[in-house]
């Protein structure tokens, strides 16, 4: 049997991560999710884990999710991540760009994350 394709979800919005998961689960039901709430939990989750995709938030207490998104290139270079977030400033956009992060906007619905997840395929 295969192992599980892994994502991980990291907000500081508990609500937003809810939500989240709910659209993934309606759409691949077989991924098996983490959850995080900052950069740290995230990275203490990474010790452990490999995902095939990270989902992050830009605009979190103590790091930003592209400063994570750094951490995470170098931990799991295979990992593909994706910022999903409201900010749509173009010197963040380009950022994203410049580290291989593909950016998404919020809110987050069906349409967004069925992008998202695409880039599993």
């Known amino acids: 049997m295969p192992l599980p394709i892994t994502v991980l979800l990291v907000d500081d919005s508990r609500a937003s991560r809810m939500l989240c998961c709910s659209v993934i689960r309606s759409l691949r039901p077989e991924l098996q999710l983490l959850e995080a709430g900052d950069g740290e939990a995230a990275l203490a989750l990474l010790t452990d884990v490999c995902p095939a995709l990270?989902?992050?938030?830009?605009?979190?207490?103590?790091?930003?999710?592209?400063?994570l998104a750094e951490k995470i290139r170098v931990l799991h270079p295979t990992t593909k991540l994706a910022l999903l977030t409201a900010n749509v400033q173009e010197a963040i956009q380009q950022r994203a760009a410049g580290l291989g992060v593909r950016f998404f906007r919020k809110p987050i619905g069906e349409a967004v994350i069925g992008d998202i997840l695409k880039l599993l395929d």
Not at 54 to 66: E, F, R, Y
């Open 54 to 67: 990270a989902v992050l938030d830009m605009n979190m207490p103590g790091m930003s999710g592209l400063d």
